[in-house]
């Protein structure tokens, strides 16, 4: 469904503005079941997991949606490093978060950092989200989720709600090219040059995100911690 929500209203009310349009479209119980994994994620505590602020980030090396090799250590050489993990192509929650981070990269680079999405889903499935949401930055694929694995956000899609998700096309076997229903938790990372978690966002209901003005805003005391101590 496409959305006609101003790219200028925050990221959450664009969110919830979308979830009150499906609610209109949807079946209820086709709906209940999608947002399902969200109650087992809370009552689990999964979010609680993942890496913290303050935390040391592997090194990893993925292929972005061309193909080309991405390696974290080397984008870091050249500034701090936003991290966002997203579900796939499939999911509009996404869609919503990836086009408002498109908006705030300027600000970004500005600061000196760069901006990576990482999700399962195959270099294909990423090429056709990059050219639709008109997005500049990588788009890489984490085959396996061995790099979410390591951030502490993997969790597993229910059998019984898989058929639900198929019917809004939401296959996630076709999109990751594996067996498997394994999916990220939708969290975003900001990274400083020595590889530390700087400011780390983990919700287990994949239909909250953060918005771009906090990474910004965190981005910001970052430069001024840096021109502080070189002065």
């Given at each position: 469904m496409a959305t006609n929500i101003p790219t200028n209203t925050p990221l959450q009310q664009q969110i919830d503005e979308f979830i009150a349009e499906g609610a209109s479209w949807l079946p209820a119980g086709l709906l209940q079941e999608l947002l399902s994994p969200i109650g087992q994620l809370i009552n689990s505590g999964?979010?609680?997991?993942?890496?913290?602020?303050?935390?040391?980030?592997?090194?990893?090396?993925l292929p972005d949606a061309r193909g080309t090799a991405v390696t974290l250590s080397h984008l870091l050489a050249h500034g701090p490093v936003v991290m966002a993990f997203y579900r796939g192509q499939w999911c509009p929650y996404?869609?919503?978060?990836?086009?408002?981070?498109?908006?705030?990269?300027?600000?970004?680079?500005?600061?000196g950092a760069s901006l990576v999405a990482i999700s399962p889903q195959m270099p294909d499935h990423s090429r056709a989200l990059a050219e639709k949401l008109e997005l500049t930055f990588a788009l890489l694929s984490d085959s396996g989720n061995q790099v979410a694995r390591q951030f502490g956000l993997v969790f597993t899609i229910d059998e019984a709600v898989r058929g639900a998700h198929k019917q809004v096309c939401a296959d996630l076997p076709r999109f990751n090219g594996t067996e498997s229903w394994e999916l990220p938790m939708a969290g975003t990372f900001l990274v400083d040059q020595l590889g530390i978690v700087r400011l780390a966002f983990v919700h287990p209901d994949f239909t909250r995100r953060l918005d771009p003005s906090i990474i910004i805003a965190r981005l910001n005391r970052l430069y001024d911690e840096r021109e502080e101590s070189t002065a």
């Open positions: 999964a979010a609680e997991q993942a890496l913290k602020e303050g935390a040391q980030v592997p090194d990893f090396i996404c869609h919503l978060a990836l086009r408002a981070y498109q908006q705030a990269l300027p600000h970004m680079q500005a600061r």
